[in-house]
Every structure is written in C-alpha cells, then in structure tokens.
C-alpha cells in the first residue's frame, strides 16, 4: 500500500530538480495526507479485528462451558456437540489472533514508513528555495506546529481530511465483506 505512496514521494523529490517545486511539494504532501488516512484506516482495522476476537474468545469460552456442564451430567450427545463448536471456535481464535499480530505489525511499519514521509517532506520544503513571505509563512506555520497546532488539510479534525478518511474507511470495510463474502462461497 505505502509503495504508491512512497513513489509518490520519490516523484515529487525527482521532480525538485526541474523548475516546478511547488507541483513536487504538493504531490509530497498528498502523499502524506494520503499515507494518514490509510493509517487510520488500518487502526480502524486492528480495532475491529480485536473486537472479533473478544466475541470469537467468549464463544469459545461459552461452548467449553457448556461442554463442561453436559459432560457433568453426562449427556454424551451434548458434549459431542459442544467439543465441536469449541475446536471451530478455538481454531478461529487463533486466525483471529495471527490476524491481529499481523495487523499490529503492517501498522507499526505503516506509521513508521508514515514518519519518514513526513521528514522528507520537512527537509524538502526547509531546502527549496522560497521567497521571504513563503519563508515567514513557514516560519509560522512551524510555531504553530511545534505548539500542537495543525496546518488546515494536514489535520485528521480537518473536513476534508475527515471526509477522505471516512471514505478511506468505507472502502476497507466494503473491501473486508468482500473478502469474506468470498471466503463464505468458496471463491476466495
């Protein structure tokens, strides 16, 4: 997912060398808004593998329960029943639990993929020239952030931002219940 991003960003630093800076600087920074939404996106994915996992953790938990309590009045059928729902639970708890490592994983190097784009993008724009109103307005716009401020489009609060973020979001779901659309069928 990054690499569209990250050759984005090696365009627009290839690109510092011909005359349009400013197209280069602002093909890096949606590289960087765009990295950001799918960081979300990604986080909104780890919360809702975990959430799966909970319920997947107290099926299981349900079904050894109810194992436990028919082998106690020995209703062999009953038992029979609740081992076979345990092992599918157990078994799903597992994938669940590989799935969310794996996701914790992709968002770790994701977010630090994430902050390199982010240092190139500093170091791109504090080394191009510009003239000394742009230079002010950066000057500023560092104050600001280094005080905890956002840059409008830059901030995940912004409008726009949030809009691209929940459409980002939407499509990963959408893209999630296809997958297990397919999965389910048999195609997948």
Do not use: C, Y
Not at 69 to 88: H, M, N, P, S, Y
Not at 100 to 127: N, P
């Amino acid at each position: 997912m990054f690499e569209r991003l990250r050759d984005a960003i090696n365009a627009a630093l290839d690109a510092a060398g011909s005359d349009d800076l400013n197209a280069a600087a602002s093909k890096m920074r949606e590289a960087v808004i765009e990295a950001r939404t799918s960081i979300e996106a990604m986080r909104q994915g780890v919360k809702e593998t975990d959430l799966q996992l909970g319920l997947e953790r107290k099926r299981l938990a349900d079904a050894e329960r109810r194992g436990r309590l028919a082998r106690g009045i020995q209703d062999d059928e009953t038992v029979e029943v609740a081992d076979r729902f345990a092992a599918k639970h157990r078994e799903r708890v597992e994938v669940l639990e590989q799935k969310l490592d794996a996701q914790r994983q992709e968002l770790g190097l994701a977010e630090r993929e994430f902050e390199e784009m982010k240092t190139q993008l500093v170091e791109f724009e504090r080394s191009r020239p510009a003239s000394d109103a742009a230079r002010r307005v950066e000057s500023a716009w560092q104050g600001i952030e280094a005080a905890g401020g956002h840059r409008p489009g830059t901030d995940v609060k912004d409008e726009l931002l949030q809009s691209r973020l929940d459409r980002s979001a939407r499509e990963a779901r959408a893209e999630q219940q296809l997958e297990e659309l397919k999965k389910k069928m048999g195609k997948g």
